[in-house]
């Protein structure tokens, strides 16, 4: 539930021509990672399911510096974003269905309008 989002969009942003190895091991390690001191406290081993979003963030840029690493990403304007740019960068590109409904609402008042 975790990594496989990140590592697909890893994959799409990235332009990886293949999936490697090492890629799917940056998905767990940046897993791991996640796990903030709270979560670590009570011995969980996945983080909260509320921080998914903020979650596969890590797990994507780690997956795409996995990717970088491996020479198979496409997108060369990626490898010189700082780790905070790169956060960013997958933040606007990432799937959300609360600002689908606000173009959806727009779409149509634009619509009705015509």
Known sequence: MYVF???????????AISITQSMI??????????INETERSNDWLY???????????TVTRGVIRAAQE?????????????????????????YDPRREITL????????SKQ
């Open 47 to 57: 983080p909260d399911i509320t921080r998914i979003r903020e979650v596969s963030v």
């Open 5 to 15: 989002p990140g590592i697909g969009l890893a994959a799409i942003l990235s332009k």
């Open 104 to 111: 959806m609402e727009e779409h149509i008042k634009k619509m």
């Open 70 to 94: 491996a020479g198979v990403d496409r997108a060369p304007e990626l490898r010189n974003l700082n780790d905070e740019e790169l956060d960013e960068y997958i933040r606007q590109r990432m």
């Open 25 to 34: 091991y940056a998905s767990a390690e940046s897993l791991a990672a996640s």
